[in-house]
């Protein structure tokens, strides 16, 4: 935004444009492809879908990760984990 931009907006406009910049969320769910049981042996095959999303809040982030996976089959879909990326440690 440019120095322009910021002194056409109102006091409101600008408050809510520094409180409520976009954040960047690590979204992740496990999911159970298939189980199959092969005598005493549980053979169960899972994956992991990851997604980088854009939101205001975590809610907000897991809700467009849960619209944007919703075509995604699995038999059983796993607990959605969130981390914002600010706070996922760099190696």
Do not use: P, W
């Not at 006091?11 to 992740?28: E, H, P, R, V």
């Not at 897991?62 to 990326?85: H, M, R």
Request: hydrophobic letters at 40%.
């Amino acid at each position: 935004m440019s120095a322009n931009d910021l002194h056409r907006c109102g006091y409101s406009q600008l408050i809510f444009l520094i409180f409520n910049q976009m954040k960047t969320f690590i979204i992740y769910q496990m999911q159970i492809d298939s189980k199959e049981i092969v005598g005493t042996n549980n053979n169960i095959l899972m994956s992991t879908i990851v997604r980088k999303v854009d939101a205001n809040s975590k809610e907000e982030a897991i809700g467009k990760f849960i619209i944007g996976t919703s075509s995604i089959k699995a038999q059983q879909k796993l607990n959605v984990e969130c981390i914002e990326l600010s706070e996922l440690a760099s190696l």
